[in-house]
């Protein structure tokens, strides 16, 4: 079942790019920006997570914190953030619970996992989700909608 605007941040854990394991609860009182991505270093995927690079400062001061999610595995995900200077957290999610627990579908007619992002405020709730195959446009969604939360 998919996550609906509003639903509360699913209580995971997963290993990070070191091999320890991740609890999102260790990231309290900062919202949270969380994108699946299909596979490390493939031209789509690079594209992305070198614009979330890119963009961290940003992301950091709307008190936000960014996650990478994909089914690879903490060694490739340790290669691809040393190669692109990546400074925010990789998870993987060889078991795909998190894919599930998210409701992320897959993309390209199944053949591909999916390309999600979700963006969690403070309380950890669901605020805004965005799903498209094309990589571009997930940070400009992410950071409209935190910027929206500060308005209020």
């Given amino acids: 079942?998919?996550?609906?605007?509003?639903?509360?941040?699913?209580?995971?854990?997963l290993k990070d790019q070191e091999g320890e394991n991740f609890h999102f609860s260790r990231l309290e009182d900062k919202a949270l920006v969380i994108f699946f991505y299909p596979k490390d270093f493939t031209p789509g995927c690079?594209?992305?997570?070198?614009?979330?690079?890119?963009?961290?400062e940003e992301f950091q001061d709307l008190g936000a914190e960014v996650i990478g999610i994909s089914t690879d595995n903490e060694n490739?995900?340790?290669k691809f953030a040393s190669?692109?200077?990546l400074p925010y957290v990789l998870l993987s999610d060889k078991e795909k619970r998190a894919r599930k627990a998210f409701g992320v579908k897959a993309g390209l007619m199944g053949l591909l996992p999916g390309r999600?992002?979700?963006v969690f405020d403070k309380d950890?709730?669901?605020?805004?989700r965005f799903n498209s195959m094309g990589?571009?446009?997930?940070?400009?969604?992410?950071?409209?909608?935190?910027?929206?939360?500060?308005?209020?």
Avoid: V, W
Wanted: glycine share 2%; charged share 35%; with cysteine.
């Fill in 1 to 13: 079942m998919a996550l609906k605007i509003g639903d509360k941040l699913p209580r995971l854990t």
């Fill in 46 to 56: 690079t594209k992305e997570a070198c614009s979330f690079r890119d963009h961290y």
């Fill in 76 to 78: 490739s995900h340790k």
């Fill in 83 to 85: 190669k692109h200077k």
């Fill in 116 to 118: 999600e992002t979700f």
């Fill in 124 to 128: 950890k709730r669901l605020i805004h």
């Fill in 135 to 152: 990589a571009s446009q997930h940070i400009p969604e992410a950071l409209n909608s935190l910027k929206k939360i500060q308005e209020k």
